[in-house]
């Protein structure tokens, strides 16, 4: 396993971040302890989750993933200190959350406290807002059209971040967590917590996760690139698209017990005639060079400039077995053309 800074923390984290979102409902408390022992016995030291999992996000499975977190830490506290624990406060309007209330100071040390007592743990390494409080070209509203940016009161969501840094900054300093990131952000949205932060001397951003893959790489190389540079760790979340990358979903596909099977709080927005054939493309490189689908999305994800670590999760152990071993995998020059090519042909299926 290979390590890599988490920003300007002074943390290393494995290349791969074990994400936990189907814990709760796709999965049981016994299948995420196999997962946690798996991924800690194989170099991982970066575990993924959020208040709001599991998914899809219901006022039923609220929490859930945390508290099976809080279960496995409850059986093994000494092993507490193995791994890089993140989490997440929900962003507005989820209505059993804090009755969809925007993200501020005073709910960033509520969500805090009832995430430690889920967990089962006396700090976060790293707490993440898990959207922003304005809307962002996220979940498919990336596209000229679906969301203005001229409306919006800078100054009003530039005051709402500084009460959120300042209500961070609290909780930092009564040692519930140790650094903060973004989730679900923009550029600006990183720039912005940048100057505030160091205008007031509050907490800095460490990370921001976002949506990557090679079927949606719409942060490349505009945010990327000042990731790298204001040494901000970039997390890609769902690089195999949802599953669809894989090829399980192919032709209307929907296998027993598969996420697609599950309503989807936003649709199925990335099930279109163009990834089918985007991924039916990847099927083909994957087999022309020796690799799974899902192998071939993770170890090109892996190697993209700038990228830190890959937020990577599966229901079942051989799923895991599988997309870990992506990361010891090394794409040739021939299978990054051939790669290409394909993306070029469809840069943005969804």
């Not at 720039?191 to 160091?198: M, T």
Request: with cysteine; hydrophobic share 40%.
């Amino acid at each position: 396993m290979k390590y890599v800074p988490l920003g300007r923390t002074g943390l290393e984290v494995s290349r791969v971040c074990l994400g936990t979102m189907t814990w709760g409902t796709q999965n049981n408390q016994a299948d995420a302890d196999v997962q946690i022992e798996y991924a800690l016995a194989n170099g991982v030291n970066f575990i993924d989750t959020a208040e709001m999992y599991s998914v899809p996000p219901t006022p039923e499975s609220y929490g859930k993933t945390e508290s099976i977190i809080g279960n496995w830490l409850s059986r093994n506290p000494s092993r507490r200190k193995e791994f890089i624990l993140a989490t997440k406060i929900a962003g507005p309007g989820l209505h059993y959350v804090r009755d969809g209330s925007n993200i501020s100071g005073k709910t960033v040390i509520e969500a805090v406290d009832a995430s430690l007592k889920r967990l089962q743990t006396d700090y976060i390494d790293l707490y993440q807002l898990h959207w922003p409080n304005r809307t962002t070209p996220h979940f498919a509203k990336h596209f000229p059209g679906a969301i203005g940016f001229t409306h919006v009161d800078r100054d009003e969501q530039s005051a709402q971040m500084l009460d959120i840094l300042q209500g961070l900054d609290a909780c930092i300093k009564a040692g519930k967590i140790r650094h903060f990131g973004l989730s679900d952000d923009t550029t600006w949205g990183i720039n912005e917590f940048i100057r505030l932060s160091e205008k007031h001397n509050l907490p800095r951003v460490a990370s921001i996760q976002n949506e990557f893959s090679l079927l949606h790489a719409k942060d490349w190389p505009y945010l990327i690139e000042n990731c790298v540079h204001e040494d901000v760790a970039y997390l890609p979340w769902s690089p195999l698209a949802a599953g669809a990358l894989t090829g399980k979903y192919l032709g209307g596909a929907r296998p027993e017990g598969s996420r697609w099977t599950y309503a989807q709080r936003n649709g199925i927005f990335r099930d279109t005639p163009l990834v089918d054939k985007a991924v039916s493309a990847y099927l083909e490189v994957a087999k022309k060079h020796g690799f799974t689908a899902a192998q071939l999305a993770l170890a090109w994800c892996d190697q993209v400039d700038g990228v830190s670590s890959t937020i990577i999760g599966a229901t079942s152990l051989e799923q895991l077995k599988e997309d870990m071993s992506a990361f010891d995998m090394t794409l040739s020059e021939e299978a990054l053309k051939d790669i290409m090519a394909v993306f070029k042909e469809y840069p943005v299926p969804f």
